[in-house]
Structures are given as structure tokens and as C-alpha cells.
């Protein structure tokens, strides 16, 4: 059991052989995969992939970087498109000050909108945060005295302390190909000690390719290797750590096990 919690199998890299990639992923135990969408124009291909594959599920959201070129994609909307059966997540979105692709304030009205389709439908959140820790914690803290909601940092690279306070609220944590990198000691630190009960694994395929594989084009059969190199980190076997965060992608995106 292994359950890549975060890909992009319509971008360009995974869409052009997606049936072999699916097929490879399979073939090493992934039995679950979340196609995350990032735009609007995304959405219809994204959750036609997820109709048609019985072990992928789909995300209706707009990417931080996309808050500018989309003010018309409010709650309602979001709402509406997550009724679909195989939609079972709401973003990515979040904010992301690193590239500040987007003016700050529509990133943020644009994720608060997000927040709330997750609590009016009962959807998890996926959340993209990079050199934005402050606001992004301000902003969960803020929206979940609105009342509660459930979601995951996905990717996570935050701090230690971002990774308390994340899951302090309730949220899931999802360790992505980086924590194999020998440069991010600091990760390594964080993903060792975060509970088990609310640990996810990720490929966020095409990108961030893990070792052996890096400089390669990511696919959801690499989930396989952050996994073996996340157990042994934490001092865990594969076994238990695969059946564990597969269980745990599951409970938290819940629409999946109707």
C-alpha cells in the first residue's frame, strides 16, 4: 500500500505517456494517487483522469502563483465543482512569496476562499506555502476559529516550529522527494520526529524527483523511494511506514473510500 498524496499527471511530462506512468506506478505498490489541479482550465482534464482511473482521485483549486489571473473562481464555485464524486480535495492553494507571482493580498483573499469551500463541504485543504510561514499560519489559525476544517502542508519545506503549529490545528504533513536531498538537513530533522498518525508521502510529480532519481522527470512510482528513505530516517520498516501514510491519506481525504 502506497498512496501518492500529491501529482500532476495532466502537466506536461506525465500527460504524454500517462498510461505507462500509471502502469510503473502500480507496479512498485502505489494503489492511490491525488491529481492535483493548479487552474481553472485544468479542472475538466484533471477529474476526466480521475473518471477514468479507479485508483486516482482529483483537486478542484488555483495555485497561489494563478490568485491574479483567476478573482472570479469564489467559494460558490469551488463548492459547485467539488460535488463531483471523484473530486475529493480542494486546492492547491495557499501562498507562495518566494516568486510572488501573484500581489499578496490576492493570494491571500484567493486562499481564504479556499478555507471556506473546505468547511462548507467537509473537503480537505492542500495547502502550498513557501517563504510565507507567518501568513499562512495566521491565516489557518484565523480561519479554523471560523470553525473547523480538515487539510495537509503539502511539500512540506517549512520549519519545525511552521510544522507544530500545523499540526496543532489538525493538519496532515506531506514529505515530498526533498527530504532525500543531502542538503536539507533541516527536513530531515522535522520529518523524523513528526507523528506517524499524521505523516503523508508525496512525488508532487513532475517535480522534485527523489535520489536515485534526481534530475529526472518525477512520476508517482518515486513515491516509493521518499518512502523507503522516510522509514529509514525515522527509524521505522517500509511496511510500516507505507501502510501508515496509505491509511492516513484515506482517513483525511475520506470521499475516497466511498
Keep these: 500500500m502506497l498512496a501518492d498524496s500529491h501529482c500532476h499527471l495532466n502537466y506536461k511530462g506525465l500527460v504524454e505517456e ?14 492511490a494517487m491525488l491529481n492535483i489541479s493548479t487552474r481553472e482550465s485544468e479542472w475538466d482534464a484533471v ?32 463548492i459547485e465543482r467539488a460535488r463531483h464524486p471523484r473530486v ?20 491571500q483573499a484567493s486562499f481564504r476562499s479556499h478555507i471556506a469551500a473546505c468547511r462548507e463541504t467537509g473537503l ?25 476544517y480538515p487539510g495537509v502542508i503539502h511539500c512540506f519545506t517549512a520549519s519545525g516550529d511552521f510544522a507544530d503549529k500545523a499540526l496543532a490545528l489538525g493538519f ?36 522534485l524527483a527523489p535520489v536515485p532519481h534526481r534530475g ?20 521505522e520498516t517500509v511496511e510500516q511506514l507505507t501502510q501508515a501514510t496509505a491509511e492516513n491519506f484515506h482517513r483525511l481525504f475520506a470521499k475516497t473510500r466511498a
Excluded: C, N
Excluded at 500517462?18 to 502500480?26: E, G, K, Y
Excluded at 480542494?90 to 507562495?96: A, M, P, Q, V
Design 18 to 31: 500517462q498510461s505507462a506512468i500509471l502502469t510503473r506506478a502500480r507496479d512498485r505498490g502505489v494503489t
Design 47 to 78: 477529474i476526466a483522469t480521475a473518471e477514468r482511473e479507479p485508483d486516482v482521485w482529483a483537486t478542484v483549486g488555483i495555485h497561489p502563483h494563478e490568485a491574479d489571473a483567476h478573482p472570479h473562481i469564489d467559494t460558490a464555485k469551488l
Design 88 to 107: 475529493v480535495g480542494i486546492g492547491e492553494s495557499g501562498l507562495d512569496y518566494y516568486y510572488d507571482h501573484s500581489d499578496r493580498a490576492r493570494q
Design 124 to 148: 480537505p485543504l492542500v495547502v502550498h506555502t513557501r517563504d510565507a510561514e507567518e501568513d499562512t499560519a495566521a491565516i489557518l489559525s484565523e480561519e479554523m476559529g471560523k470553525g473547523a
Design 172 to 207: 496532515y504533513i506531506s514529505i515530498s522527494g526533498i527530504v532525500t536531498f543531502k542538503s536539507a538537513k533541516d527536513l530531515q530533522e522535522t520529518a523524523a520526529r513528526l507523528p506517524l498518525e499524521r505523516l503523508l508521502v508525496e512525488t508532487d510529480a513532475p517535480f
Design 216 to 235: 529526472k522527470t518525477g512520476e508517482p512510482s518515486f513515491v516509493a523511494d521518499t518512502a523507503k528513505f522516510l522509514a529509514d530516517l525515522r527509524g
